[in-house]
């Protein structure tokens, strides 16, 4: 089983729609975890690190469920600028190395 | 200018060549990391440096060596590139354990 993994989608949402992304990890142990957004072979830019109480950032809202192992991210009302692949990333249990999940295209249309 | 830049930014070669891709951060990051990209498959991890004198190995890192040359300049070397080592390369530094990622803009290596 992979460490971090993602539905590589992609996600073909009308505008204003919302959607929601999940990403599942297999160490327990993990400690900090963050969604970063790519668009086509750009460097990957921090969307939002996720924390045990939830966050939301606009009309972004992050969550994680450590007893089921995954952590979500949920876009409202949904913009065709979100059209990006969002990629869940996974710290810690041990080594603290930064882990990546395969990404989640999102194409948001008109 | 950037806190995390990468050199170069495109690269073309053949295979059997050496080839060095340089990475630099005004960040004061101890931690550094270099990751490949390919269509599909994530960033996957090559290296990884916690301070000058620490190196390791990631995921994928047959075929690469790395060089900590200071805090700030992490280099990757392709001692003898084969074609399935085209990729998208990324640099990038964190300031310690669990903490976000900074990148830079990336370098598209081609091996002919």
């Known amino acids: 089983r992979k460490e971090v993994e993602q539905d590589p989608g992609p996600f073909n949402v009308p505008e204003g729609a919302t959607v929601a992304f999940n990403c599942t990890y297999s160490?327990?142990?993990?400690?900090?975890f963050f969604w970063y957004r790519q668009d086509c072979r750009k460097e990957p830019k921090l969307l939002m690190s996720?924390?045990?109480s939830g966050n939301e950032d606009g009309r972004f809202t992050a969550q994680l469920n450590r007893a089921s192992q995954y952590i979500s991210l949920l876009i409202r009302d949904s913009k065709l600028s979100d059209s990006a692949t969002y990629l869940c990333?996974?710290?810690?249990?041990?080594?603290?190395?930064?882990?990546f999940g395969r990404g989640t295209s999102l194409i948001v249309h008109p | 200018d950037a806190d995390v830049t990468q050199t170069p930014r495109n690269r073309i070669t053949k295979t059997g060549k050496r080839i060095m891709l340089e990475c630099s951060q005004t960040?004061?990051?101890?931690?550094m990391y270099w990751y490949r990209q390919d269509p599909g498959l994530g960033l996957r991890l090559i290296y990884y440096?916690?301070?000058?004198?620490?190196?390791n190995k990631g995921e994928i890192s047959d075929g690469y060596s790395v060089s900590r040359q200071a805090q700030a300049k992490f280099s990757l070397s392709l001692e003898s590139a084969i074609p399935n080592q085209t990729a998208l390369y990324f640099c990038a530094t964190s300031r310690s354990s669990g903490e976000k990622l900074f990148f830079g803009s990336g370098t598209q290596l081609s091996v002919l």
């Open positions: 160490n327990s142990a993990s400690q900090s």
């Open positions: 960040k004061g990051h101890d931690r």
């Open positions: 440096s916690f301070d000058v004198k620490d190196i």
């Open positions: 996720v924390y045990s």
């Open positions: 990333v996974v710290n810690g249990g041990g080594s603290y190395i930064p882990t």
